[in-house]
């Protein structure tokens, strides 16, 4: 077989296209051209030195910059190194030492972790920090069943008052007074000593299945409601 002519990169543009990717290696060597949508990888089509094409169609391929990201221009893993007027340029020496993609990957897991978590604390925090609405109804698990009737075992109150250590008063429905206050750790409402420890504050004593063992004061009574704290 016979070549009597050879594509040159002026015919490959009249014929291509102009040209929309220059790939060339780490240290400058080429590897392949694109003009319109049609590849190359002959280099009888490079068109460096040609003036047919800017900077913005060069790109470097470089393992480092694939997987690395760059401290010099701080480029992320797969994106081209810019010089300081941000034109694409080689990849920086240094490349190589900038994090790797799998450490980017979980410096961002660790970080969506802990906003996930901070999020869901200042959502429990808000939540805990909000008292009742007055005529809410408040369920509370029972320690043990009264009785093999009972089918789901989860006694409802009203609320009549909060008071300013998180507790309210309730009434059952059988006309019953008792005191609740809710488990910071899992949010339950238990039912609790409610004997005033002071004028306005309710003793949390006690609670599931245990029995408050204070000394209370005698001819203590609590006062109005007062701010939920």
């Not at 002026?10 to 080429?30: C, D, N, Q």
Request: glycine content about 10%; proline content about 6%; aromatic content about 6%.
């Amino acid at each position: 077989m016979a070549v009597t002519d050879r594509l040159s990169p002026a015919e490959a543009v009249r014929k291509y296209g102009p040209i929309t990717e220059l790939v060339v290696g780490r240290h400058g060597g080429f590897e392949s051209v694109t003009y319109g949508e049609t590849q190359f990888v002959s280099r009888f089509v490079d068109p460096r030195g040609t003036g047919l094409y800017d900077d913005t169609v060069v790109v470097v391929h470089d393992p480092a910059r694939d997987d690395y990201e760059c401290p010099v221009c701080q480029a992320a893993p797969g994106e081209q190194c810019v010089n300081k007027k941000q034109q694409p340029c080689g990849t920086h020496g240094k490349r190589s030492q900038g994090r790797s993609r799998w450490e980017i990957e979980r410096a961002d897991a660790a970080a969506r972790k802990a906003r996930e978590e901070a999020e869901a604390a200042q959502q429990w925090q808000r939540e805990m920090a909000t008292p009742p609405a007055l005529g809410a109804v408040l369920e509370v698990k029972r320690w043990m069943p009264a009785d093999d009737t009972a089918s789901d075992g989860v006694d409802r109150y009203i609320v009549e008052r909060t008071y300013a250590n998180r507790t309210v008063q309730a009434s059952a429905d059988s006309g019953e007074r008792v005191f609740l206050a809710r488990n910071e750790y899992t949010g339950d409402w238990q039912v609790i000593c409610g004997q005033p420890t002071s004028m306005r504050l309710p003793c949390r004593g006690g609670g599931v299945g245990v029995l408050c063992k204070v000394r209370h004061k005698p001819g203590l009574h609590l006062r109005e409601d007062s701010s939920w704290t």
